[in-house]
């Protein structure tokens, strides 16, 4: 079973940029649906974006298009989310998740493998 470990969170003020890392072993990320998600307090978790093992144009959530982008590196065994112009409200713990399946699922529910999160917190 592949193993995710989340890292590059942070405390950053508004307008910066981050860029998190999923690495993965016991497996190789290619042949996964790799997803992140993102969870504040007393909310539910949240789709933010997904890359399909067949390939295909990445999926975003509506409150992260156009400024976070998600990409994978098969030699690294990890995917990426580079993240711009972060806001407050961006504030989370942010998940990797995966899925074998081919289909990209925007519910945390269609996802079997999940690492521990990183922390990002975005300052005004």
């Known amino acids: 079973q592949v193993q995710l470990v989340e890292s590059g969170g942070g405390l950053v003020q508004a307008g910066d940029s981050l860029r998190l890392s999923c690495a993965a072993s016991g497996g190789t990320v290619s042949s996964y649906t790799m997803g992140w998600f993102r969870q504040a307090p007393g909310k539910e978790r949240e789709f933010v974006a997904a890359?399909?093992?067949?390939?295909?144009?990445?999926v975003y959530g509506g409150s992260v298009s156009g400024r976070f982008t998600i990409s994978r590196d098969n030699a690294a065994n990890t995917v990426y989310l580079q993240m711009m112009s972060l806001k407050p409200e961006d504030t989370a713990v942010y998940y990797c998740?995966?899925?074998?399946?081919?289909?990209?699922?925007?519910?945390?529910?269609?996802?079997?493998?999940w690492g521990q999160g990183t922390q990002v917190t975005v300052s005004s």
């Open positions: 890359l399909s093992n067949a390939g295909g144009a990445p």
């Open positions: 998740a995966g899925r074998r399946a081919t289909v990209i699922q925007r519910t945390h529910r269609g996802y079997n493998i």
